[in-house]
């Protein structure tokens, strides 16, 4: 027997999980009455995480460039105006992302990093923002260290970033913001400043699937402010409603490695990425009885 007190623990988690099963499903209700450009570019989310960067951990699983990641994002939408294409939502955000590489004919697990964050985002029209708190740490594979000899150290990061974007004409969006390092281990430099562009031109699309030319530039204080570079051309495919499936894109990257223990040093990568979408899926589990 459950007592009183326990009880009312058990109440909240409950409360919680039947205020996003509404959220969600009202979210999709009011998705598919509404006449938004953006909508059909992106997602029903009400800020779409950049495209072409690579620390983002969005509602995804990837591969390519060495890396397989695992993103989830579940926003809980609280309110929402459709006459006036404005609302803003609270969510989850969080990803694993591992790098592994070859030594010796055997494949090995270079890095992994852990993102947890909760996001706020607000949309008023074509503009529309987010504010983000995140945890994010890194660990190195024990394989990797023992055969290169890479000394590890404890690396986390507790920080504020805010990005606001700008959904201008002919499918193109541009977005920037700064972050802020509220706790660092170890310490370093705490502003950093983020910008980029995707266009999603409809002279080389179709119903259902997108051509895709994302760009995405970040520079921060722990890297003495050296530009870290990410270009992702490609297509992306969606469902009829435009909720993206599946992207597959080349990757020219520039910068800093994007693992946290690794952060000092720098690769340049060539290669291709190959992105499955889990939005749509997610979506279609939980309001499918509805």
């Not at 988690?13 to 996003?20: E, H, K, N």
């Not at 990803?95 to 909760?118: M, N, P, Q, V, W």
């Not at 590890?152 to 805010?162: K, T």
């Not at 266009?199 to 699309?205: A, D, E, I, Q």
């Amino acid at each position: 027997m459950i007592s009183h007190p326990s009880r009312f623990l058990l109440l909240g988690p409950l409360c919680i999980l039947l205020l996003c099963l509404c959220g969600i499903q009202l979210q999709a209700q009011q998705s598919a009455s509404a006449n938004s450009t953006t909508a059909e570019l992106q997602s029903d989310q009400i800020f779409s995480p950049p495209l072409a960067d690579p620390f983002e951990p969005a509602s995804l699983i990837r591969f390519g460039g060495g890396n397989l990641d695992f993103g989830l994002s579940l926003p809980l939408t609280v309110y929402t105006s459709v006459g006036k294409n404005s609302g803003w939502q609270i969510g989850f955000l969080g990803g694993i992302e591992g790098r592994f590489i070859s030594l010796r004919t055997t494949l090995y697990l270079k890095a992994a990093d852990f993102h947890a964050g909760i996001p706020v985002s607000f949309r008023r029209g074509k503009w529309s923002a987010r504010v983000e708190f995140y945890h994010v740490s890194s660990h190195l594979g024990g394989d990797y260290e023992n055969l290169t000899g890479f000394q590890p150290f404890h690396y986390s990061r507790e920080a504020l970033q805010a990005l606001v974007s700008y959904d201008a004409p002919h499918n193109f969006r541009i977005y920037g913001g700064p972050t802020l390092l509220v706790r660092t281990y170890p310490h370093v430099e705490p502003w950093a400043v983020q910008a980029g562009t995707e266009w999603l031109p409809k002279r080389f699309s179709s119903p259902r699937w997108h051509s895709v030319l994302a760009d995405d530039f970040q520079t921060s204080g722990e890297v003495y402010w050296r530009t870290n570079i990410s270009i992702t051309p490609g297509v992306q495919w969606t469902t009829r409603q435009g909720a993206p499936i599946a992207r597959l894109t080349a990757w020219f990257y520039d910068g800093q490695e994007p693992f946290g223990e690794l952060f000092r040093e720098r690769e340049h990568v060539v290669g291709a990425q190959l992105i499955f979408t889990l939005e749509p899926a997610i979506k279609s589990l939980i309001t499918h009885r509805h």
